[in-house]
């Protein structure tokens, strides 16, 4: 079975950084393109960052130069690195798994983590 486990979230003051990772199991992860959404209350979840099974990386420009997704294939995790956090950056973050093969959509969900910015 395929499993994303999320770790890493938590409550830190404005200004500060956390590093989110994500290990995926289940499936061949080197071939998955890797994504972290994040939804706050109210809102749409939205994409925050992208990295493809080839290293190229796409942000929101929200967090743009202040997020870094990377991906170590040979642990089969990727990982968030949130820096200069803003009480906006306030949301449950979501690992994502996704691939297509001859028109069927493989897509895959973490549970969720909690990342709070308050002072």
């Known amino acids: 079975q395929v499993q994303l486990v999320e770790s890493g979230g938590g409550l830190v003051q404005p200004g500060g950084s956390l590093r989110l990772s994500c290990a995926a199991s289940?499936?061949?992860?080197?071939?998955?393109?890797m994504g972290w959404y994040r939804q706050a209350p109210g809102k749409l979840r939205e994409l925050v960052a992208a990295?493809?099974?080839?290293?190229?990386?796409n942000y929101a420009d929200s967090v743009k130069g202040r997020f870094t997704i990377s991906r170590d294939n040979a642990k089969n995790t990727v990982y968030l690195q949130m820096n200069s956090l803003k009480p906006e950056d306030t949301a449950v973050y979501y690992c994502?798994?996704?691939?297509?093969?001859?028109?069927?959509?493989?897509?895959?969900w973490g549970q969720g983590t909690q990342v709070s910015v308050s002072s």
């Open positions: 994502n798994a996704v691939r297509t093969v001859s028109g069927d959509k493989y897509n895959f």
């Open positions: 289940g499936i061949l992860f080197r071939i998955y393109n």
């Open positions: 990295i493809t099974s080839g290293g190229s990386t």
